[in-house]
């Protein structure tokens, strides 16, 4: 597990190329490689991947198709930057929020506001992703724990703080992009709970009881 505080940005050395049902991702961790095993738990880009090979630098993941069709991994280019944080030690602090590495799907980037130091990022999404959501409850955006400022029908809404900016890859964030996002579990839990003990035939939903404050 982790917790979206990212450790440091990585760089992109060979691109995710599918092969077949798979793939595989090269990426330099720099120094973080140094303390890198195979079989350990990385982020990159709030996608949780297993270490599969480590050559100086240079640690190499395999991606699953789920993973390619779920995350925009697929994306990636040569020279591009991605977040990463090492798996939480269970005798560490836990900051952020509970961050699984399980992409729920991605969104796009609608519009940045930049105010001195500072960034409201608006993300559009599909209705089934921001039906986890809620007004300042945490979500993971390319693997970076964020609170949610605001939320609507067609997109939600974050604000970024200076040393977010300054150490992940939303310092250089454009209109367009398209990033990954992992929903918090806790409402993730509880929106299945609801869904499967409330009577269909009373015609409370879950929306209904958003709008009466729940």
Not at 49 to 56: C, R
């Amino acid at each position: 597990m982790f917790t979206g505080l990212i450790e440091a940005t990585g760089v992109v050395r060979s691109p995710a190329r599918a092969t077949g049902a798979a793939a595989a991702l090269t990426v330099d961790l720099g120094p973080i490689a140094a303390e890198c095993r195979v079989g350990d738990s990385i982020a990159v880009n709030g996608v949780c991947l297993t270490v599969a090979g480590i050559e100086g630098g240079n640690v190499c993941f395999d991606l699953s198709r789920e993973t390619l069709e779920r995350s925009s991994l697929a994306r990636l280019r040569a020279g591009g930057k991605v977040n990463i944080e090492r798996a939480l030690p269970a005798t560490a602090r836990l900051g952020g929020h509970i961050v699984q590495g399980h992409i729920d799907g991605t969104a796009r980037i609608a519009a940045i506001d930049r105010r001195d130091r500072y960034a409201d990022i608006r993300f559009s999404a599909d209705r089934r992703l921001l039906g986890g959501m809620v007004e300042k409850g945490s979500i993971a955006v390319d693997g970076i724990s964020l609170t949610i400022a605001a939320v609507d029908r067609e997109s939600f809404t974050v604000a970024v703080i200076p040393e977010t900016l300054a150490r992940t890859t939303l310092a250089g964030a454009r209109a367009g992009d398209l990033v990954n996002i992992e929903t918090d579990i806790v409402v993730k839990a509880v929106h299945k709970y609801l869904d499967n003990v409330l009577p269909s035939e009373t015609g409370l939903t879950v929306e209904k009881l958003k709008q009466m404050g729940f």
